[in-house]
């Protein structure tokens, strides 16, 4: 199995920037799609975008669409989330998921494993 562990979150001011890594360990994330999640106090988690498991095909939230990109080095074993001109509301716990599956997958209880997420603040 693979084990997944989140860095890269801080507190930022509103239009600012920062990447997340999610580094693998045990499995090289190529056997898997992956996706990057997100869940604010109160709410549930949500998908923030994926990538299929031959890195080809990506997917990004509505919300998230035109600032944050995903990507994945297969190489260096992990997995990013570019998140560019942000705002408060992406104030969250990101975590990085792994699926066993082909495509990307937006439903978190599909994913099998799971990283213990890294905080980001975004200050208005």
């Known amino acids: 199995q693979v084990q997944l562990v989140e860095s890269g979150g801080g507190l930022v001011q509103a239009g600012g920037s920062l990447r997340l890594s999610c580094a693998a360990s045990g499995r090289t994330i190529g056997s898997y799609s992956l996706g990057w999640f997100r869940q604010a106090p109160g709410k549930e988690r949500e998908f923030v975008a994926g990538?299929?498991?031959?890195?080809?095909?990506?997917y990004h939230a509505d919300s998230v669409k035109g600032r944050f990109t995903i990507s994945s080095d297969n190489a260096k074993n992990t997995m990013y989330l570019q998140m560019n001109s942000l705002k408060p509301e992406d104030t969250a716990v990101y975590y990085c998921?792994?699926?066993?599956?082909?495509?990307?997958?937006?439903?978190?209880?599909?994913?099998?494993?799971w990283g213990q997420g890294t905080q980001v603040t975004v200050s208005s």
């Open positions: 998921a792994a699926a066993n599956t082909l495509v990307v997958i937006i439903t978190p209880s599909r994913y099998d494993y």
């Open positions: 990538i299929s498991r031959s890195g080809g095909n990506t």
